[in-house]
Nanobody
Framework: QVQLVESGGGLVQAGGSLRLSCTAS???????MGWFRQAPGKEREFVAAITWAGSNSRYADSVKGRFTISRDNAKNTMYLQMNSLKPDDTAVYYC??????????????WGQGTQVTVSS
């Protein structure tokens, strides 16, 4: 079964940038992948998704224009480039594999998450 591991989180000032990575280990499938996030006391929410070939992507309205999702299948890695970060972006970020939509329940594999904290 595929294992997903996120990295790249940390503390950054408002207006700064971070790039998150998600690396898959084990057998991989030609499937869409996505990023989700969860802030304390809130439900996990959709951030971005990308198709297998990377030809299509979609974003939550709250991050559109600031975040860019990409993937490098030769490295079994997906990325989330986050620019113009805001304190509201503070959350644990999770990568997931399984479908090209916005629903947590429709993704079959999840990483353990990486913390992103944006200071004021």
């Amino acid at each position: 079964q595929v294992q997903l591991v996120e990295s790249g989180g940390g503390l950054v000032q408002a207006g700064g940038s971070l790039r998150l990575s998600c690396t898959a280990s084990g057998p991989t499938l030609r499937s869409s992948m996505g990023w989700f996030r969860q802030a304390p006391g809130k439900e996990r929410e959709f951030v971005a998704a990308i198709t297998w070939a990377g030809s299509n992507s979609r974003y939550a309205d709250s991050v559109k224009g600031r975040f860019t999702i990409s993937r490098d299948n030769a490295k079994n890695t997906m990325y989330l480039q986050m620019n113009s970060l805001k304190p509201d972006d503070t959350a644990v970020y999770y990568c997931a594999q399984g479908t090209y939509n916005s629903l947590v329940a429709d993704f079959g594999s999840w990483g353990q998450g990486t913390q992103v904290t944006v200071s004021s």
